[in-house]
């Protein structure tokens, strides 16, 4: 099953027996369901998935609640919900500071989470208990941020004040966790594991469409890291190998991840850098006139000292955005030896789209930052919702960074082959999906 085109790359796949008969209505009744909660604890929400999954070689996850904790009005995060805004406390006006007490993470984001889903339990046939429900609560790099900035004393307090309060509603389940994940060899991997499974049926889904393809690296950027993840010959000195076993076939991968190479952290960073005369200087990042006035901010940081004054011939945009990547990330990854073609996901897409490079190129006179340079010198008049809309404010920083990020000529990840990027994939791509690292953990967990 594993004898596909482009054996350099299929060389990494084994099958142990014949899928036909593991892949029987028999086999697949063995084991009985499983309801596993996943919360997704990110750095700007909270987000509850809950699924009736039946394991197998290639386990099926039919998901049976989606719920998003409720944002708190009247505080500054009114529309962030992340469980890292109460690890410690902002600063600032005492009353603040008490309501982002660890003892207001509870009521205020996860007990109405708990509610949620023992109602949706109560209304199956039979109803299932709360106790019989694995949870996980799975934080990513909001709280490793966290625990720089507070302490991992802080975080795991914050996590104890969680676990008391799922006692306390009921979800004693003894496989259930509560903790920050990796960002490379979980999260990272996780979405490695779904975009290759939707993208190309790498795992070989029985039923599927389309017939399985050689694996592709997935570069994922987020709002606090990026994760970096393709497939390997084998793990000999790799420090970030990892091992994948899904549907009797073994992949052997490299999976790295880098805290504050974030969309929103770069750009948090950049409000208060300060150029060579001592100004800060954010907005030579911003499209070229856009008002100061409408700066849509980021909380507890300067707003814009002056109007968007974007100008490619000014180096002080990119050589931030070249100091910040040299900080965070060090050396690039050494792609020379990899074969694969690499996708890109999380906020990514949203960027690349921002300026119709979805699918590349990278480099040249029709390349991405040919793309960036071009939109964001003609001004703020091009985008027309620039005023009220925050995505639209960003698109200019967030493309010079990402475009530094993929194709600088000395920390670009993609610098030696740029064509090694293929596309940013969207719900097109995947059969109108969203992709997951949430699908990529059932499945590589439940795949017996």
């Known amino acids: 099953m594993c004898h596909l085109a482009n054996a350099g790359l299929i060389n990494c796949f084994r099958t142990f027996a014949v899928l036909s008969v593991l892949l029987s209505p028999l086999a697949a009744e063995a084991a009985p369901p499983v309801y596993t909660a996943i919360v997704d604890a990110g750095s700007g929400g909270t987000r509850l998935f809950v699924y009736k999954v039946t394991p197998g070689p290639y386990p099926v996850s039919e998901l049976i609640l989606q719920s998003a904790a409720a944002d708190v009005p009247g505080t500054p995060y009114e529309e962030d919900d992340g469980i890292d805004n109460y690890a410690c406390f902002p600063g600032g006006d005492p009353s603040v500071q008490a309501f982002y007490a660890a003892a207001n993470v509870n009521p205020f984001v996860m007990l109405p989470l708990w509610e949620a889903m023992k109602g949706k339990l109560a209304t199956l046939s039979p109803p299932v208990a709360a106790s019989d429900v694995i949870v996980k609560v799975f934080a990513t790099a909001g709280m490793r941020t966290a625990a720089e900035i507070c302490g991992q004393p802080a975080v795991d307090n914050v996590y104890t004040v969680i676990r008391g309060g799922m006692a306390t509603s009921g979800l004693t389940n003894e496989e259930n966790e509560v903790r920050t994940i990796d960002g490379g ?10 975009a290759n499974d939707e993208y190309v049926n790498a795992f070989g889904r029985p039923a599927a469409e389309k017939l399985p393809k050689p694996p592709v690296g997935i570069i994922e950027v987020g709002g606090s890291s990026v994760q970096i993840v393709y497939p390997i010959a084998q793990a ?15 992949m052997t991968v490299h999976a790295q991840s880098w805290l504050h190479l974030g969309q929103d952290d770069m750009r948090k960073v950049l409000r208060t850098n300060r150029g060579t005369d001592g100004n800060l200087m954010a907005h030579r990042c911003w499209v070229r006139g856009f008002d100061k006035a409408n700066d849509a901010g980021d909380v507890g940081l300067p707003s814009l000292a002056a109007n968007g004054a974007f100008n490619a011939l000014n180096a002080a945009c990119g050589n931030f955005m070249v100091s910040h990547i040299r900080t965070y990330m060090g050396a690039p990854p050494d792609l020379s030896a990899v074969t694969a073609k690499f996708v890109g996901l999380g906020g990514l897409k949203y960027t690349l789209d921002a300026f119709g490079r979805l699918a590349g190129p990278l480099a040249g006179v029709n390349g991405f930052r040919a793309a960036v340079n071009a939109q964001c010198r003609k001004g703020a008049g091009t985008w027309p919702e620039i005023n009220t809309s925050a995505n639209a404010q960003r698109a200019c920083p967030h493309g010079v960074y990402i475009s530094t990020l993929l194709s600088n000529p000395q920390y670009g990840i993609f610098r030696r082959n740029p064509r090694q990027f293929d596309r940013a994939l969207v719900a097109k791509d995947v059969g109108g999906k969203s992709l997951s690292w949430i699908a990529g953990y059932l499945l590589l967990t439940y795949s017996r």
């Open 236 to 250: 000999g000195s790799d420090q970030f190998a990892e091992q994948i076993e899904i549907n009797n076939r073994v």
């Open 185 to 194: 060899s979980e999260e990272g991997l996780w979405s490695f594991v779904n």
